[in-house]
Protein backbone atom coordinates (compact mmCIF):
# COMPACT_ATOMS: atom_id res chain seq x y z
CA UNK A 1 0.00 0.00 0.00
CA UNK A 2 1.59 3.35 -0.96
CA UNK A 3 1.16 6.53 0.78
CA UNK A 4 0.91 9.43 -0.95
CA UNK A 5 0.91 13.31 0.18
CA UNK A 6 -0.71 15.24 -2.10
CA UNK A 7 0.21 19.11 -2.73
CA UNK A 8 -2.17 20.77 -5.61
CA UNK A 9 -0.80 23.88 -4.21
CA UNK A 10 -1.71 27.74 -6.28
CA UNK A 11 -2.64 28.33 -9.65
CA UNK A 12 -3.01 25.75 -12.04
CA UNK A 13 -1.50 22.97 -9.70
CA UNK A 14 -4.60 21.51 -8.40
CA UNK A 15 -5.82 20.89 -11.85
CA UNK A 16 -3.12 19.30 -13.26
CA UNK A 17 -2.75 17.21 -10.14
CA UNK A 18 -6.59 16.47 -10.64
CA UNK A 19 -5.64 15.09 -13.71
CA UNK A 20 -2.35 13.06 -12.49
CA UNK A 21 -4.72 11.45 -9.58
CA UNK A 22 -7.31 10.21 -12.41
CA UNK A 23 -4.24 8.42 -14.37
CA UNK A 24 -2.29 6.87 -10.89
CA UNK A 25 -6.24 5.59 -10.26
CA UNK A 26 -6.50 4.03 -13.56
CA UNK A 27 -2.67 2.76 -13.38
CA UNK A 28 -3.42 1.28 -9.72
CA UNK A 29 -6.52 -0.54 -11.21
CA UNK A 30 -4.45 -1.94 -14.45
CA UNK A 31 -1.49 -3.07 -12.56
CA UNK A 32 -2.94 -4.09 -9.43
CA UNK A 33 -1.35 -2.33 -6.87
CA UNK A 34 -3.17 -0.39 -4.07
CA UNK A 35 -2.47 3.08 -2.58
CA UNK A 36 -4.36 6.03 -0.61
CA UNK A 37 -3.53 9.73 -0.87
CA UNK A 38 -3.69 12.41 1.83
CA UNK A 39 -3.79 16.27 0.82
CA UNK A 40 -1.65 19.16 2.11
CA UNK A 41 -2.61 22.67 1.44
CA UNK A 42 1.14 24.16 1.65
CA UNK A 43 0.70 27.14 -0.99
CA UNK A 44 1.21 30.54 -1.61
CA UNK A 45 -2.78 30.93 -1.13
CA UNK A 46 -2.70 29.55 2.71
CA UNK A 47 0.30 31.87 3.22
CA UNK A 48 -1.57 34.89 2.94
CA UNK A 49 -4.02 33.64 4.88
CA UNK A 50 -2.40 32.33 7.96
CA UNK A 51 0.79 33.15 7.22
CA UNK A 52 2.04 29.54 7.30
CA UNK A 53 4.72 28.14 5.23
CA UNK A 54 6.36 24.55 5.83
CA UNK A 55 6.83 23.60 9.41
CA UNK A 56 9.12 21.26 10.84
CA UNK A 57 6.41 19.16 12.05
CA UNK A 58 4.79 18.65 8.67
CA UNK A 59 8.39 17.79 7.54
CA UNK A 60 8.29 14.55 10.28
CA UNK A 61 4.71 13.89 9.27
CA UNK A 62 5.82 13.97 5.08
CA UNK A 63 9.03 11.50 6.52
CA UNK A 64 6.20 8.76 6.97
CA UNK A 65 4.87 8.55 3.02
CA UNK A 66 5.92 6.80 0.04
CA UNK A 67 5.92 9.53 -2.17
CA UNK A 68 5.01 13.08 -2.58
CA UNK A 69 3.05 14.69 -5.54
CA UNK A 70 3.63 18.11 -5.47
CA UNK A 71 1.44 20.76 -8.55
CA UNK A 72 2.94 23.53 -8.44
CA UNK A 73 3.42 26.78 -5.45
CA UNK A 74 3.77 30.28 -6.04
CA UNK A 75 0.99 32.67 -5.67
CA UNK A 76 1.68 36.90 -7.56
CA UNK A 77 0.30 38.24 -4.52
CA UNK A 78 2.98 37.20 -2.16
CA UNK A 79 6.99 38.35 -2.82
CA UNK A 80 9.39 36.75 -4.09
CA UNK A 81 11.15 34.29 -2.47
CA UNK A 82 8.93 33.45 0.17
CA UNK A 83 6.88 30.76 -1.00
CA UNK A 84 9.91 29.45 -3.01
CA UNK A 85 11.98 29.23 0.43
CA UNK A 86 9.21 28.34 2.41
CA UNK A 87 7.67 25.89 0.83
CA UNK A 88 9.34 24.38 -2.01
CA UNK A 89 12.97 24.81 -1.38
CA UNK A 90 12.25 23.55 2.61
CA UNK A 91 10.69 20.35 1.27
CA UNK A 92 13.82 19.51 -0.68
CA UNK A 93 15.98 20.54 1.31
CA UNK A 94 14.41 19.32 4.84
CA UNK A 95 13.49 15.90 3.23
CA UNK A 96 17.18 15.35 1.89
CA UNK A 97 15.88 15.23 -2.10
CA UNK A 98 19.50 15.60 -3.08
CA UNK A 99 18.59 15.15 -7.29
CA UNK A 100 16.89 16.78 -9.01
CA UNK A 101 15.47 14.64 -12.31
CA UNK A 102 14.36 15.89 -15.14
CA UNK A 103 14.30 13.67 -17.99
CA UNK A 104 14.19 15.79 -21.41
CA UNK A 105 12.54 13.58 -24.27
CA UNK A 106 11.22 14.94 -27.29
CA UNK A 107 7.56 12.79 -28.07
CA UNK A 108 6.65 14.79 -31.14
CA UNK A 109 8.87 16.51 -33.40
CA UNK A 110 6.13 18.56 -34.64
CA UNK A 111 6.48 20.59 -30.97
CA UNK A 112 10.35 20.98 -30.95
CA UNK A 113 11.36 24.81 -32.08
CA UNK A 114 14.44 23.18 -33.42
CA UNK A 115 14.50 22.64 -37.08
CA UNK A 116 15.10 18.97 -38.02
CA UNK A 117 15.09 17.69 -34.82
CA UNK A 118 13.65 13.75 -34.48
CA UNK A 119 12.67 12.07 -31.44
CA UNK A 120 15.54 9.93 -31.03
CA UNK A 121 17.60 13.44 -31.61
CA UNK A 122 16.43 14.81 -27.90
CA UNK A 123 16.46 12.18 -25.05
CA UNK A 124 18.47 12.86 -22.52
CA UNK A 125 18.12 13.29 -18.62
CA UNK A 126 19.51 15.99 -16.61
CA UNK A 127 20.54 15.21 -13.30
CA UNK A 128 20.48 18.32 -10.99
CA UNK A 129 22.23 18.08 -7.37
CA UNK A 130 19.73 19.75 -5.27
CA UNK A 131 20.78 20.53 -1.70
CA UNK A 132 23.91 22.51 -2.38
CA UNK A 133 25.31 25.28 -4.60
CA UNK A 134 24.01 28.88 -4.71
CA UNK A 135 20.50 27.83 -3.43
CA UNK A 136 22.22 27.02 0.33
CA UNK A 137 21.11 30.79 0.42
CA UNK A 138 24.46 31.46 2.04
CA UNK A 139 25.76 35.30 1.96
CA UNK A 140 26.11 38.67 3.55
CA UNK A 141 24.85 42.15 2.85
CA UNK A 142 27.85 44.50 3.97
CA UNK A 143 27.13 48.25 3.91
CA UNK A 144 23.88 47.40 2.82
CA UNK A 145 21.97 50.57 1.31
CA UNK A 146 24.80 52.51 1.17
CA UNK A 147 26.29 53.49 -1.86
CA UNK A 148 29.33 50.94 -0.87
CA UNK A 149 27.06 48.26 -0.69
CA UNK A 150 27.81 44.93 -1.57
CA UNK A 151 25.64 41.32 -1.46
CA UNK A 152 27.48 38.41 -1.49
CA UNK A 153 25.88 34.82 -2.10
CA UNK A 154 28.46 31.37 -1.60
CA UNK A 155 28.29 28.76 -3.84
CA UNK A 156 28.52 26.37 -1.18
CA UNK A 157 29.88 22.39 -2.25
CA UNK A 158 30.90 19.55 -0.29
CA UNK A 159 32.75 16.57 -1.41
CA UNK A 160 30.00 14.09 -0.12
CA UNK A 161 27.07 16.40 -1.47
CA UNK A 162 29.03 16.44 -4.83
CA UNK A 163 30.34 12.92 -5.07
CA UNK A 164 26.59 11.49 -4.19
CA UNK A 165 25.10 13.12 -6.88
CA UNK A 166 27.60 12.73 -9.47
CA UNK A 167 27.16 8.42 -8.56
CA UNK A 168 24.35 8.58 -8.89
CA UNK A 169 24.08 10.42 -12.49
CA UNK A 170 26.81 7.11 -13.39
CA UNK A 171 24.44 4.78 -12.09
CA UNK A 172 21.52 6.41 -14.24
CA UNK A 173 23.72 6.15 -17.30
CA UNK A 174 24.23 2.71 -16.82
CA UNK A 175 20.67 2.05 -15.88
CA UNK A 176 19.57 4.17 -19.11
CA UNK A 177 22.19 1.78 -21.06
CA UNK A 178 21.57 4.36 -24.01
CA UNK A 179 24.29 5.77 -25.18
CA UNK A 180 26.33 5.22 -21.73
CA UNK A 181 27.59 8.40 -21.84
CA UNK A 182 27.65 11.12 -18.97
CA UNK A 183 28.51 15.00 -19.30
CA UNK A 184 29.97 16.89 -16.57
CA UNK A 185 28.41 20.71 -17.23
CA UNK A 186 29.62 23.11 -14.97
CA UNK A 187 32.21 26.00 -15.22
CA UNK A 188 35.88 25.01 -14.90
CA UNK A 189 37.39 27.74 -16.50
CA UNK A 190 36.20 30.85 -13.96
CA UNK A 191 34.63 29.11 -10.72
CA UNK A 192 37.50 27.48 -9.91
CA UNK A 193 37.00 26.48 -6.54
CA UNK A 194 33.60 24.83 -6.77
CA UNK A 195 34.27 23.17 -10.06
CA UNK A 196 37.43 22.15 -9.25
CA UNK A 197 35.82 20.32 -6.49
CA UNK A 198 33.39 18.83 -8.90
CA UNK A 199 36.25 18.03 -11.70
CA UNK A 200 38.16 16.43 -9.06
CA UNK A 201 35.52 14.34 -7.84
CA UNK A 202 33.57 13.52 -10.96
CA UNK A 203 37.35 12.27 -12.48
CA UNK A 204 37.46 10.01 -9.01
CA UNK A 205 34.63 8.27 -9.41
CA UNK A 206 34.58 7.81 -13.13
CA UNK A 207 37.16 5.19 -12.59
CA UNK A 208 34.41 3.16 -10.71
CA UNK A 209 32.49 3.19 -14.33
CA UNK A 210 34.73 2.12 -16.83
CA UNK A 211 31.65 1.50 -18.95
CA UNK A 212 30.28 4.80 -18.84
CA UNK A 213 32.31 7.71 -21.27
CA UNK A 214 32.69 10.74 -19.62
CA UNK A 215 32.31 13.73 -21.26
CA UNK A 216 32.55 17.80 -19.71
CA UNK A 217 31.09 20.67 -21.39
CA UNK A 218 31.23 24.31 -20.02
CA UNK A 219 27.62 25.64 -19.35
CA UNK A 220 27.60 28.39 -21.47
CA UNK A 221 28.84 25.80 -24.51
CA UNK A 222 25.89 23.43 -23.02
CA UNK A 223 22.76 25.40 -24.04
CA UNK A 224 24.75 26.06 -27.23
CA UNK A 225 24.96 22.30 -27.88
CA UNK A 226 21.01 21.80 -26.79
CA UNK A 227 20.04 24.38 -29.34
CA UNK A 228 22.88 22.77 -32.03
CA UNK A 229 23.28 19.33 -31.27
CA UNK A 230 21.36 17.70 -28.30
CA UNK A 231 21.59 14.26 -29.87
CA UNK A 232 25.31 14.43 -28.25
CA UNK A 233 23.95 14.18 -24.87
CA UNK A 234 22.42 11.04 -22.86
CA UNK A 235 23.10 12.34 -19.15
CA UNK A 236 24.51 15.22 -17.82
CA UNK A 237 25.32 16.05 -14.37
CA UNK A 238 25.05 19.50 -12.66
CA UNK A 239 25.21 21.74 -10.00
CA UNK A 240 22.20 23.57 -8.53
CA UNK A 241 21.61 26.68 -10.49
CA UNK A 242 23.06 25.27 -13.86
CA UNK A 243 20.90 22.56 -13.49
CA UNK A 244 18.27 25.20 -13.06
CA UNK A 245 18.45 27.33 -15.98
CA UNK A 246 19.30 24.49 -18.85
CA UNK A 247 16.41 22.48 -17.40
CA UNK A 248 13.98 25.25 -18.69
CA UNK A 249 16.26 25.29 -22.05
CA UNK A 250 15.77 21.24 -21.80
CA UNK A 251 11.63 21.65 -20.94
CA UNK A 252 11.33 24.47 -24.62
CA UNK A 253 13.47 22.07 -26.89
CA UNK A 254 10.91 18.77 -25.96
CA UNK A 255 7.90 20.51 -26.39
CA UNK A 256 7.94 22.94 -23.36
CA UNK A 257 6.84 22.93 -19.99
CA UNK A 258 3.03 21.53 -20.86
CA UNK A 259 5.27 18.47 -20.66
CA UNK A 260 8.61 18.73 -18.65
CA UNK A 261 8.18 16.49 -15.35
CA UNK A 262 10.48 16.33 -12.86
CA UNK A 263 11.11 14.06 -9.71
CA UNK A 264 13.01 15.44 -6.62
CA UNK A 265 14.63 12.52 -5.29
CA UNK A 266 16.48 11.17 -1.76
CA UNK A 267 17.37 7.61 -3.13
CA UNK A 268 17.12 6.99 0.68
CA UNK A 269 13.99 8.71 2.19
CA UNK A 270 10.67 10.35 0.47
CA UNK A 271 11.22 11.81 -2.72
CA UNK A 272 8.57 14.57 -4.83
CA UNK A 273 7.33 14.58 -8.30
CA UNK A 274 6.36 17.36 -10.05
CA UNK A 275 5.90 19.28 -13.27
CA UNK A 276 8.23 21.44 -13.51
CA UNK A 277 6.45 24.78 -14.70
CA UNK A 278 5.11 26.68 -12.59
CA UNK A 279 1.38 27.66 -11.26
CA UNK A 280 0.51 29.64 -14.15
CA UNK A 281 -1.93 32.30 -12.20
CA UNK A 282 -3.29 33.33 -15.78
CA UNK A 283 -4.68 30.02 -16.70
CA UNK A 284 -6.36 29.37 -13.58
CA UNK A 285 -9.50 27.86 -13.10
CA UNK A 286 -10.02 28.08 -17.13
CA UNK A 287 -9.52 23.98 -17.89
CA UNK A 288 -7.26 25.02 -20.63
CA UNK A 289 -3.85 23.97 -19.23
CA UNK A 290 -1.67 21.17 -20.21
CA UNK A 291 -1.62 18.27 -17.63
CA UNK A 292 0.58 16.05 -19.44
CA UNK A 293 3.77 17.35 -17.17
CA UNK A 294 1.75 16.95 -14.31
CA UNK A 295 0.78 12.77 -15.68
CA UNK A 296 4.54 11.79 -16.51
CA UNK A 297 5.09 13.58 -13.24
CA UNK A 298 3.15 10.43 -11.84
CA UNK A 299 4.74 8.21 -13.93
CA UNK A 300 8.46 9.29 -12.53
CA UNK A 301 6.86 8.51 -9.03
CA UNK A 302 5.83 4.95 -10.09
CA UNK A 303 9.35 4.25 -11.44
CA UNK A 304 10.64 5.31 -8.31
CA UNK A 305 7.88 3.07 -6.08
CA UNK A 306 8.99 0.52 -8.29
CA UNK A 307 6.21 -0.12 -10.37
CA UNK A 308 8.05 -0.35 -13.47
CA UNK A 309 5.11 -1.51 -15.96
CA UNK A 310 2.50 0.95 -14.63
CA UNK A 311 5.19 4.32 -15.25
CA UNK A 312 5.95 2.72 -18.63
CA UNK A 313 2.52 2.42 -19.57
CA UNK A 314 1.86 5.78 -18.63
CA UNK A 315 4.40 7.12 -21.11
CA UNK A 316 3.59 4.88 -23.83
CA UNK A 317 -0.07 6.51 -23.00
CA UNK A 318 0.84 10.27 -23.18
CA UNK A 319 3.21 9.55 -26.55
CA UNK A 320 -0.20 8.23 -28.21
CA UNK A 321 -1.58 11.66 -26.81
CA UNK A 322 0.85 13.35 -28.16
CA UNK A 323 1.15 12.03 -31.26
CA UNK A 324 -2.20 11.36 -32.31
CA UNK A 325 -4.80 13.38 -30.58
CA UNK A 326 -3.90 16.74 -29.35
CA UNK A 327 -3.01 19.66 -31.69
CA UNK A 328 -0.46 21.79 -29.46
CA UNK A 329 1.32 20.85 -26.36
CA UNK A 330 0.43 24.73 -25.16
CA UNK A 331 -2.13 25.78 -22.44
CA UNK A 332 -5.55 26.62 -24.61
CA UNK A 333 -4.27 25.04 -27.91
CA UNK A 334 -4.55 21.60 -26.82
CA UNK A 335 -7.70 20.99 -29.16
CA UNK A 336 -8.98 19.51 -25.88
CA UNK A 337 -9.97 20.92 -22.27
CA UNK A 338 -7.78 19.80 -19.04
CA UNK A 339 -9.73 17.31 -18.01
CA UNK A 340 -10.67 15.81 -21.64
CA UNK A 341 -6.52 15.50 -21.93
CA UNK A 342 -6.32 13.80 -18.71
CA UNK A 343 -9.41 11.22 -20.41
CA UNK A 344 -7.70 10.60 -23.06
CA UNK A 345 -4.50 9.48 -21.30
CA UNK A 346 -6.64 7.08 -18.99
CA UNK A 347 -8.43 5.99 -22.18
CA UNK A 348 -4.93 4.19 -23.09
CA UNK A 349 -4.89 2.46 -20.32
CA UNK A 350 -7.35 0.54 -19.84
C1 LIG B 1 12.41 24.92 -10.38
C2 LIG B 1 12.00 26.28 -9.95
C3 LIG B 1 12.50 26.53 -8.53
C4 LIG B 1 14.02 26.43 -8.57
C5 LIG B 1 12.08 27.84 -7.90
C6 LIG B 1 10.58 28.03 -7.95
C7 LIG B 1 12.59 27.98 -6.48
O1 LIG B 1 12.47 27.25 -10.82
O2 LIG B 1 11.93 23.95 -9.78
O3 LIG B 1 13.20 24.80 -11.32
O4 LIG B 1 14.71 27.42 -8.83
O5 LIG B 1 14.51 25.33 -8.33
MN1 LIG C 1 13.52 26.43 -12.52
Avoid at 87 to 99: A, C, G, N, T
Wanted: net charge positive; aromatic share 10%.
Amino acid sequence: MYKIAVIPGDGTGPEVVNEGLKVLQAAAKKFVFKYETKFFDFSGKRYLKTGQLVADSDIEELKKYSAIYLGAVGDPEVKPGIIETGVLLKLRFSLDQYINLRPVKLYNSAYCPLKDKKPEDIDFVVVRENSEGLYKGMGEFKDKGTKDEVAIQISYNTRKGVERCIRYAFECSRKRNKKKKLTLCGKTNVLTYAWDLWQRTFNEVAKDYPDITTDYAHVDATTMWFVKNPEWFDVIVTDNLFGDIITDLGAMIQGGMGIAAGGNINPQGVSMFEPIGGSAPKYTGKNVINPLAAICAVGMMLENLGEAQAAKAIEQAVIEVVNKKIKSLAAGKMGYSTAEVGDLVVERLK
